[in-house]
């Protein structure tokens, strides 16, 4: 069974960073599409970032050139660099992986990690 732990958030200040983790276990990372979204307050859950499995990336457009995703196959981990912060990034940061070699394809969410950006 897949399973995906997220860490890393916290509350900063505006302007200040945050690293997110998210480890995978139960499936084969490497082959794995991974992705961050975020859930604000009275707000729909919404694209931050993903990585396909060759590297591709991809982003929400309220992050570009702040956010940076990576991945390290060999940790099963992928990682969200959060720069700039601003009040409007306050959300739940979700992890995901979807998982395209099963029959069928399978999405699976993390519990969420709070990131809090308030002076």
């Known amino acids: 069974q897949v399973q995906l732990v997220e860490s890393g958030g916290g509350l900063v200040q505006p302007g200040g960073s945050l690293r997110l983790s998210c480890v995978a276990s139960?499936?084969?990372?490497?082959?794995?599409?991974m992705g961050w979204y975020r859930q604000g307050p009275g707000k729909e859950r919404e694209l931050v970032a993903t990585?396909?499995?060759?590297?591709?990336?991809n982003y929400g457009d309220s992050v570009k050139g702040r956010f940076t995703i990576s991945r390290d196959n060999a940790e099963n981990t992928v990682y969200l660099q959060l720069n700039s912060l601003k009040p409007e990034d306050t959300a739940v940061y979700y992890c995901?992986?979807?998982?395209?070699?099963?029959?069928?394809?399978?999405?699976?969410w993390g519990q969420g990690t709070l990131v809090t950006v308030s002076s």
């Open positions: 995901n992986a979807f998982i395209a070699y099963t029959i069928p394809p399978a999405s699976v």
């Open positions: 139960g499936s084969i990372f490497r082959l794995n599409d």
């Open positions: 990585i396909t499995s060759g590297d591709r990336t």
